[in-house]
């Protein structure tokens, strides 16, 4: 099993930033790939927001790219998520995600808050 804990979220007015951790434990050999999804309101589904590979290949949703950042310390087996000019659609619970390398395990994180006011 792999626990993933994040931290970072709160509140930021339109423009500010605001930088998000995940930090992985447990089975780390189980993942490879690492990232965030975001869901913007209860019932809605998660969407992607970026992930990055092991060898530090980022991948970006198009809405979040040229304003926010992925990065990770495979040492401390964590991931990054910085995020600048902040905008009120960017509002949403932030969940960190690893999908397992067996492609059939994916894992989750309970989710941190990021509310952007206008």
């Known amino acids: 099993q792999v626990r993933l804990v994040e931290s970072g979220g709160g509140l930021v007015q339109a423009g500010g930033s605001l930088r ?7 089975a780390i050999s189980n ?6 999804y975001r869901r913007q309101a209860p ?6 927001v970026a992930t990055i590979t092991r060898a530090d290949n980022p991948n970006y949703a198009d809405a979040v790219k040229g304003r926010f950042t992925i990065s990770r310390d495979n040492a401390a087996n964590t991931v990054y998520l910085q995020m600048d ?3 009120p659609e ?3 619970v932030y969940y960190c995600y690893a999908p397992g390398t067996d492609a059939l395990s994916v894992y989750w994180g309970r989710g941190t808050q990021v509310t952007v006011s206008s």
């Open 20 to 26: 998000l951790s995940c930090a992985a434990s447990g």
């Open 31 to 36: 993942i490879n790939t690492m990232g965030w």
């Open 43 to 48: 019932g809605k589904e998660r969407e992607l």
């Open 85 to 87: 000019s902040l905008k």
């Open 90 to 92: 960017d509002t949403a």
